[in-house]
């Protein structure tokens, strides 16, 4: 079965430092795609990356990046110069079939000012 | 530009009560449609997925159900509410041939 892990329920970083949070995924579909969500308070889904499976280099997305290691099956999101706005849920999700979607249990990450 | 809506925003239905959630998406055709709940404090849960109309896939065996009457509008239903359904749905879309979804606003359920 489709599986994303995410091992991190809380993470705090301080203002204006960096922080990654850990994504890995159980797949052996050669082509699938792996995505970061952010979720405010509020609860909307917000859209921050993609990295295809065949991409050769890591994706990047203003302050965000995304850590691809192929062999490793791990998608680390990385936020760079942190701000107190970035605090939220953080989900890492997947689609190895292509029509499915398959999300992580997510990451409250806290900037602490 | 597409966008996503969905509602009611919020609903507090009492168990054994009937449910209906409607989304629908405007400028795209075609596209792939999706229904989440996502519990408290948990992750998102895939319910059911649509690449067309009246082509429904279901993920989890449950009390709920889901339609697409139109090519951009995905219904999800229940006719006898769960104190277990509620929770946190969330509609999201896919534009055909593209890598990502793009979610609604999201409706919060309490089942009382």
């Known amino acids: 079965a489709q599986k994303i892990t995410q091992t991190q329920p809380g993470m705090f970083v301080q203002e204006k430092e960096a922080v990654t949070l850990d994504c890995t995924y159980d797949?052996?579909?050669?082509?699938?795609?792996l995505f970061w969500y952010k979720q405010p308070s509020s609860g909307e889904m917000i859209f921050l990356i993609y990295?295809?499976?065949?991409?050769?280099q890591n994706a990047t997305e203003g302050r965000y990046s995304l850590n691809f290691q192929k062999a490793r099956k791990s998608a680390n999101l990385v936020i760079s110069a942190s701000q107190l706005g970035d605090s939220a849920m953080y989900f890492c999700?997947?689609?190895?079939?292509?029509?499915?979607?398959?999300f992580g249990t997510g990451t409250s990450l806290t900037v602490i000012p | 530009s597409q966008t996503i809506h969905q509602w009611p925003a919020t609903l507090v239905q009492p168990v054994g009560s009937p449910l209906s959630l409607e989304c629908t998406v405007e400028?795209?055709?075609?596209?792939?449609l999706y229904w989440y709940r996502q519990a408290a404090g948990r992750g998102l849960q895939l319910l059911f997925y649509?690449?067309?109309?009246?082509?429904i896939s279901s993920e989890v065996p449950q009390n709920l159900s889901a339609s697409r009457p139109q090519d951009r509008q995905f219904i999800l239903s229940s006719k006898k509410l769960l104190l277990s359904d509620s929770g946190f749905y969330l509609c999201?879309?896919?534009?055909?041939?593209?890598?990502?979804?793009?979610f609604g606003e999201g409706s919060w359920l309490t089942v009382v």
């Open positions: 999201a879309w896919r534009r055909r041939g593209g890598n990502t979804i793009y």
């Open positions: 797949t052996s579909d050669p082509s699938y795609g």
């Open positions: 400028g795209t055709s075609n596209p792939n």
């Open positions: 649509s690449v067309g109309i009246g082509q």
């Open positions: 999700a997947s689609n190895y079939t292509g029509n499915q979607f398959y």
């Open positions: 990295q295809g499976s065949y991409d050769q």
